[in-house]
């Protein structure tokens, strides 16, 4: 374990106080819990297959969300603008200029950083905090969606279905149809953005972020450059975000205005996160294993309900009135989440 | 904070005639918004290309909108400048409003109007509630972002259990008043004109309240300074919840006067959040005055915007305005520099 530590360039500071193990005990259990997660699939089958591809694709909006408004404090009510760009970057390259969606989700998490940099620094200069900058954030969503419905390129109200292709093909991102493939590469993504906060919060500029978000002030009168600070970790987090639009398109073979830029898609990307812990590691991952099999769930007890809840059958959004009721039960009573919540109770 | 002190709302399409010296240069500001959209108005009609008639049409359609979007905004900015919480909850509330008029009309029989009168009371032991069991506690520990969460996971219910009340399919409120009469060449239709006097009117009241009464110096004073209010014998969770309350029978209001020409579905009241945010920075946060004028302002944009971009385009020009604030005037036309 200790090896692990040391060859990892940003633990290694001479300070005694940096030099903690828990970096890389986080790395061994992450590898577990990947490795775990990669056998699911063959084991399970494929209807649950297909509710944990979505239960990942909300991981990973959650595992960006929470790089931005866990670890860098800022509040982000309009990550669907992120997921938005990422998903339509998608769809426009690849049906209209035919371009490998590998290509396109470079191309949108580069346009997707550079979005979410301009819009936070438009709140930023002027301090807008907290609940200020939330809205603010949701307004912008609001204008890209707007933007959407009403540009030709875009195709308006209608999206995009990409087209399907006869054969398998990795340089297309297309498989056939229950292939464990659309199951492990939301999954290596999700790895490769849990390893990405790992290396971000032990790096300088995540610890940096950490103690502007704590104290502005101080950070600043220690030298700190808080907007750079903020700027770039905003930046990691609406690139990362535009990954799960891109592979949302590509699973689900359509993109419109509402699945990439309404305001449900912003929720989905805070509710995990703050239900699992906003600010740790393992809290939109936590959060995303409850919300994501949630309605599944509640679609099952639905279809045929336990005589005292007759009166609820065929109804709809029973599943959104149960996370939204879960979502103001946490926040009120464990506003550290589920995760952070054992996380101190186990901790001497 | 609260900007109440400065006119009476009512006059805010024209300029407000006496002026204190101490005032004179913050009220500069609104004087020049107000002139420039006259201006902006004046140029529509000589160099806009457009019709004159089509013009006043969508200028009296913009003021009466406005003076809607006035009366959800006012109630939103009178919580965010007492409490310093968003209530996001608001556009959903004004549904529950409506739904709640609905009902109260359609199994009781009685007149919509009336029925809105039922309704604030409701709404505003409901707003008392939410603030009192819900939000206290964060907002005493000055937690922004858990009230603007809890909000949300309140929007998200209210709207999810009356789709599992009343279904999706569009409501309509059966009225009695009905039909229209003309100004200059615009048709204005009484229930929207309804509407917007009975906004005028709120505002009106909630500013004599505010200015007038005890407890409304006790809201001004808790929005002023916390700590001192409650050192000299306020109990601010009471005001607090009694604010929240306010504001909810704010939206009783809207949602009652609204009701008669708006298609009732769960998610009819969801763009007002924004929209009435927007109003609020625009106005300036906590300001009465200011959300009335921001309110009349955005409903001008949306409508004559409207002239050139159809469709939701208009809505561009909206936030188009949002961003020009926050660049320009981040405090709003008549918020003061914190």
Redesign the interface.
């Known amino acids: 374990m200790t090896v692990l530590a040391e060859r990892s360039p940003h633990v290694g500071s001479d300070d005694p106080r940096l030099k903690d193990r828990s970096t890389a005990r986080t790395c061994v259990a992450l590898v577990v819990v990947l490795a775990v997660a990669a056998v699911l699939p063959l084991v399970v089958d494929e209807q649950t297959e297909t509710i944990a591809v979505r239960t990942l694709i909300f991981a990973i909006m959650a595992v960006g969300w929470n790089l931005m408004s866990g670890y860098g404090g800022m ?1 982000s ?1 309009g990550h669907a603008a992120f997921f938005g760009i990422g998903a339509y970057t998608d769809a426009y390259l690849l049906v209209e200029h035919g371009i490998s969606p590998w290509i396109s989700m470079v191309v949108g998490a580069a346009i997707s950083a550079a979005a979410g940099t301009i819009i936070a620094f ?2 930023l200069r ?1 301090r ?5 900058f ?3 954030t ?2 912008f969503a ?2 890209f969606l ?2 959407v ?2 540009l030709d390129f875009l195709r308006r109200t209608e999206g995009f279905n990409v087209p399907l292709l006869p054969a398998n093909s990795w340089s297309m991102m297309q498989f056939e149809q229950g292939s464990h493939l659309y199951y492990w590469i939301p999954l290596a993504i999700l790895g490769v953005g849990l390893f990405g906060t790992v290396a971000f919060v032990s790096s300088r500029v995540g610890q940096y972020a950490q103690a502007v978000r704590d104290d502005e002030v101080a950070a600043a009168s220690l030298g700190i450059p808080v907007m750079r600070v903020r700027l770039l970790t905003v930046a990691l987090s609406c690139g990362f975000t535009s990954l799960a639009g891109s592979f949302y398109t590509q699973y689900y073979f359509f993109v419109g205005p509402e699945q990439a830029f309404g ?1 449900a898609v912003s ?1 989905n990307a ?1 509710i995990p996160a ?1 239900i699992g812990g906003i600010g740790t590691l393992w809290g939109p991952l936590v959060g995303a294993l409850v919300v994501g099999p949630l309605s599944e769930w509640i679609a099952n007890v639905l279809r045929e309900p336990p005589a005292f809840l007759d009166f ?1 059958q065929g ?4 599943d ?2 149960v ?3 879960l ?2 039960v946490i ?2 009573f464990m ?1 550290k989440g589920i995760y952070g919540t054992l996380r101190d109770r186990f901790r001497p | 904070m609260t900007d109440t002190s400065t006119s009476p709302p009512g006059r805010e399409v024209e300029p407000p005639k006496e002026e204190r010296p101490g005032r004179l240069t913050r009220s500069l500001l609104p004087l020049g918004v107000v002139a420039a959209v006259v201006v902006g108005l004046v140029l529509v009609y000589t160099v806009g290309g457009k019709e004159p008639g089509q013009v006043t049409q969508s200028i009296a359609t913009g003021l009466l909108l406005g003076g809607v979007y006035a009366l959800v905004s006012v109630g939103l900015t009178l919580i965010f400048g007492v409490l310093g ?2 209530n ?1 909850a608001q556009g959903a509330m004004l549904t529950l409003a409506m739904y709640l008029v609905y009902e109260i009309v359609v199994s009781g029989g009685v007149p919509v109007y009336l029925a809105t009168l039922l309704a604030i009371p409701v709404m505003f032991f409901f707003g008392v509630v939410v603030q009192a069991a ?1 939000l206290n ?2 907002t005493m520990a000055g ?8 909000t ?6 209210i ?6 009340v009343f ?2 399919r569009p409501k309509r409120v059966p009225t009695s008043v009905d039909g229209s009469f003309h100004v200059l060449d615009a048709i204005v239709s009484w229930e929207r004109l309804i509407a917007f006097v009975g906004a005028l009117l709120v505002a009106g009241a909630l500013t004599l309240i505010l200015r007038g009464t005890s407890f409304g110096l006790s809201i001004r004073a808790v929005s002023a300074n916390t700590q001192g209010a409650s050192l000299v014998g306020v109990d601010v969770r009471r005001i607090y919840a009694m604010t929240f309350g306010i504001g909810s029978a704010c939206v009783a209001v809207a949602g009652g006067l609204m009701a008669p020409f708006l298609s009732l579905t ?1 998610t009819v009241g ?1 763009q007002f959040t ?1 929209l009435a ?2 109003i609020v ?1 625009l106005g300036g ?1 906590g300001s009465v005055i200011g959300a009335v004028v921001g309110g009349l302002i955005i409903g001008l944009v949306q409508t004559v915007g409207a002239l050139y ?1 159809p ?3 208009s ?2 020009l909206v ?1 188009a305005v ?2 020009l604030v ?2 320009l005037r ?1 405090q709003g036309i008549f918020g003061v520099k914190q």
């Open positions: 509040f009510f438009l709140c002027y807008l905090a907290g609940a200020y939330a809205l603010a949701f307004a609001e204008v707007l933007w419905q009403n305001s929720v805070i703050v609820l109804v709809t959004g029973l959104v009135a996370y939204a009721v979502l103001i926040v009120l506003p | 919480i968003v996001f819900l506690r964060l937690n922004e972002e858990g009230p603007l969460l809890v949300l996971g309140l929007s998200l219910l709207i999810n259990v009356l789709l599992m279904g999706g769960p969801e924004i945010f927007i920075v946060l971009l469709g939701t385009g809505l561009i936030f949002f961003v926050l660049f981040p």
